[in-house]
């Protein structure tokens, strides 16, 4: 490992979509990635200074937010420094001589069998496993090397791991893709940077969500994204995750957050850092 | 069966949390329960009539929101009917003369592990199955009959299936409520509705949700739950399920429904029931 060289905590396996999100934010950059089985272990090496940045996945466009992963990036106090959007298409691939009508048992990531609804209810009689990641599953159905054996994961997976595409384009939204946060101990900043994630909780009175949103409209920040989250220990309370468009360095956008921080019963900028809508119009 | 038994879908196995909400919700009243492995059974058989309601988890004050489930009930345009908050406690069950120690292998719905993460935290080495829900786990393991087997389910369970509780309130969060709905074809009301839940869609420009909070600020009704849900196909645009104090048959709540109405691409109202904070405060 050369100086420059950075540790890349990244969610998934070597040819999962996280793993493209990774080689797809850090092109060009020399990067030495340790993949996680749990995204609790890339969160961690990121807070405990083992790994320099963290790749997790935080939203698909079919199934909506990864609850979990938005715990722990408030937990572990993790920054955001950028954002990938990767398409997701999902194949169902098995041994290569395998057909469909072979394939009794398949493994995939619970995320790989939600956004595959519709197909799975065509085969009925599969039994299905959630496994850790998709291309874990990918690789699981190599080593196991038997032939009613399938797993749901992408492209890249099954040229990893030899498998053949027993079904292509699964997943039931043809428009369907991922959102990866790329996380770090402290913010980073640059000059495209024009979206701001942050986490605030409002004091439990009426109208306390709408005056807060209030500050972004008349400042001018469009909100693109509002997940509420349980505050544990706190029945019925919650955390808002927020993203918005702005600039951290922009003075009208720093009034704002100010005047919006006083009105918040907790507040915490996560970071501010470029969109990237993945090739989507 | 009578005139006067109702059919009830219900998610889960006898003995779980969800069947608590059933027996709770239709006390003195005769019902011929259905259970369900998934939530999708449920709705279905609710929508298309083979069963007159439905129970299902929405919500846990820990781990937020059951997204599959908003999702199911929008996709089979459910009604809600009522709302039954149960308090989860969570035991790790084992065989009769089963010990700790003995344990290697842990079945739960991924929501029990999830509920339970700090305990798990303390035993890294067990092997963590999820299964169909608590209750069928705890069924399971009292039919696998080993001893290094162990389930995540609720203490009815433990004496429904002849199991022993080998760690008591393993639950993270010792305050763990699950709110449950009680659906059904129609919208029902009754004098006691003090709860209004509907489903929001807003144009995509900025402080589209922000004008529509107003209205139930400016009514005085109390939004006390937000969840945001992607919109399969539009990428990164969302459905808003929301929760709101209020009485359709007020006139000033249904004066600021129609106001903010006409403020919606997607409006749809699912329910005016009864809230239930499960003995909370």
């Known amino acids: ?139 699981r159905v190599a080593a196991d090397g038997r032939k009613d054996e399938a797993a749901v994961a992408g492209r890249l997976a099954a040229e990893l791991y030899g498998l053949q595409v027993l079904a292509e384009n699964i997943q039931t939204n043809r428009s369907n893709f991922t959102r990866f946060f790329i996380i770090a101990p402290k913010m980073e900043t640059d000059e495209k940077a024009d979206r701001i994630t942050l986490i605030i909780a409002v004091p439990h009175r009426p109208g306390a969500l709408y005056h807060v949103l209030g500050y972004f409209f008349y400042g001018g920040m469009n909100m693109t994204h509002l997940e509420s989250r349980p505050m544990e220990g706190h029945p019925f309370e919650y955390f808002f995750h927020i993203d918005v468009t702005g600039r951290l360095d922009d003075p009208s956008n720093a009034h704002t957050l100010r005047g919006l921080e006083s009105m918040c019963s907790y507040f915490r900028i996560l970071g501010n850092y470029a969109s990237d809508r993945g090739g989507q119009p």
């Open 1 to 139: 490992m050369t100086e420059d060289t950075m540790q890349v905590a990244c969610f998934g396996q070597p040819g999962s979509y996280s793993d493209q999100a990774m080689q797809a934010w850090f092109r060009g950059r020399s990067v030495e990635a340790s993949y996680c089985d749990h995204f609790e272990e890339v969160t961690a090496a990121v807070a405990e200074g083992r790994a320099r940045y963290g790749v997790v996945p935080i939203e698909n466009s079919s199934t909506g937010g990864i609850t979990e992963v938005y715990d722990l990036i408030r937990k572990y106090r993790c920054a955001v420094v950028g954002e990938k959007c990767i398409p997701i298409e999902h194949h169902l691939l098995g041994l290569p001589g395998a057909a469909i009508e072979d394939i009794h048992t398949v493994y995939s990531h619970p995320q790989g069998f939600a956004q595959s609804r519709e197909f799975f209810r065509q085969h009925p009689a599969w039994e299905k496993i959630p496994y850790f990641s998709t291309s874990k599953s990918a690789e």
